[in-house]
């Protein structure tokens, strides 16, 4: 009970630590840093994103985390890949030992054992509107991961999938009124060079997007910089 009031408020005080990070990739380094250090057993960590059939790998502590997901992804199977486009099903998952899975995942499982991965977890970093990729967990021992790392493993999942959602947004955000700013200082010079109306300016940059198949917010960053059109 003493270890858990203490693990408990190691969460608490990372949840206040997550979402003070400056950045998506400081909180998602912030995330898998905290595994190896909150979660028994975890000798490495890494977020992995599926579009598709292909895997990005975000703020691993290890190269073999990268290696892993790599792997996954060249052979079109292994857990992460399976837990990473379930949609409604399983949401976590505890491989104990990785010699037993062969069967499951005949191509992931004998290269993975050569990577020196003994066990692994998995976590889908979901919130009520939206699935954000899954937080998985390696150790290179058969058997490191017990009930109450599952446990200790899916609490730390929690906080980030919430995190990483608030962090994600913030940018988004940050972009947009960044977007909107540099797009009308793009028209404002447009319009003083040319004496167009506001209309006319924007229709300028789209019409300019358009043809040469730039970003609307590139081709006003192009005008700002260059003080005049592109």
Same mark, same amino acid.
């Given at each position: *009970? ?11 005080? +990372? ?22 250090? +909150? ?18 790998? +975000? ?113 988004? *955000?940050? $972009? ?8 009308? $200082?793009?028209?404002?010079?447009? *319009? ?5 109306? $506001? ?32």
């Amino acid at each position: *009970m003493e270890d858990w009031r203490g693990f408990a408020q190691q969460m608490a005080s +990372l949840a206040r630590d997550l979402l003070a990070q400056e950045s998506v990739n400081d909180t998602l380094k912030r995330i898998t840093g905290s595994a190896t250090e +909150l979660v028994e057993g975890c000798d490495a960590a890494g977020i992995l994103i599926l579009r598709g059939h292909r895997v990005q790998s +975000l703020a691993p502590t290890d190269q073999v985390v990268v290696d892993s997901d790599d792997l996954q992804g060249r052979v079109g199977e292994g857990p992460c890949f399976d837990a990473a486009r379930t949609s409604g099903g399983q949401r976590q998952f505890r491989i104990a030992d990785f010699t037993d899975q062969a069967r499951r995942w005949p191509e992931y499982v004998p290269a993975a054992r050569r990577l020196g991965l003994g066990s692994m977890m998995g976590f889908l970093l979901f919130t009520e509107d939206e699935d954000l990729g899954a937080l998985n967990l390696y150790s290179y021992r058969p058997g490191a991961f017990t009930e109450a790392s599952e446990l200790a493993g899916w609490l730390l999942a929690s906080h980030a999938a919430v995190a990483f959602s608030s962090a994600r947004t913030h940018a988004q *955000m940050q $972009e947009a009124i960044g977007t909107r700013h540099t797009i009308g $200082e793009a028209m404002g010079i447009l *319009m003083g060079s040319r004496r167009l109306t $506001e209309d006319q300016a924007f229709a300028v940059l789209r019409r300019y997007s358009q043809d040469h198949n730039v970003k609307l917010r590139d081709v006003a960053r192009q005008v700002c910089e260059r003080g005049g059109p592109p």
